[in-house]
């Protein structure tokens, strides 16, 4: 059983930076599952935010973040971060890391279904 544990959110304002993490414990060596970030905003669906393979070495976003979140991970620590710069209003979410044990070594998965552990999740809220 994997435990995945989210810190690092606030409120800020539009324009500012926030870096969020994701500490997984338990299961197997963190290095074995690719990782995702996902967010719900009140009201909304989850959507996929980013998501990064088991090394590190390929990553993929949503096209409205693309550009402005970086998604790294630290094996050694078995932690994941979503670095998030120029946040705007409509960041305003919950948001959730993921842990995927099937994916092969180079790929990541943008599919919330095909996420076997999910975190509590870390309010993030951008004021305009």
């Known amino acids: 059983q994997v435990q995945l544990v989210e810190s690092g959110g606030g409120l800020v304002q539009a324009g500012d930076s926030l870096r969020v993490s994701c500490v997984a414990s338990g299961g197997m060596a963190f290095s074995r599952y690719a990782m995702g970030w996902f967010r719900q905003a009140a009201g909304k669906e989850r959507e996929f935010v980013a998501a990064?393979?088991?090394?590190?070495?390929?990553?993929g976003y949503a096209d409205s973040v693309k550009g402005r979140f970086t998604i790294f991970r630290d094996n050694a620590k078995s932690t994941v971060y979503l670095q998030m710069n120029s946040l705007k209003p409509e960041d305003t979410a919950v948001y959730h890391c993921a842990a995927d044990l099937k994916v092969l070594v180079t790929g990541i998965t943008t599919n919330a279904n095909e996420y076997d552990y999910w975190g509590q999740g870390t309010q993030v809220t951008v004021s305009s």
């Open positions: 990064i393979s088991r090394t590190g070495g390929r990553t």
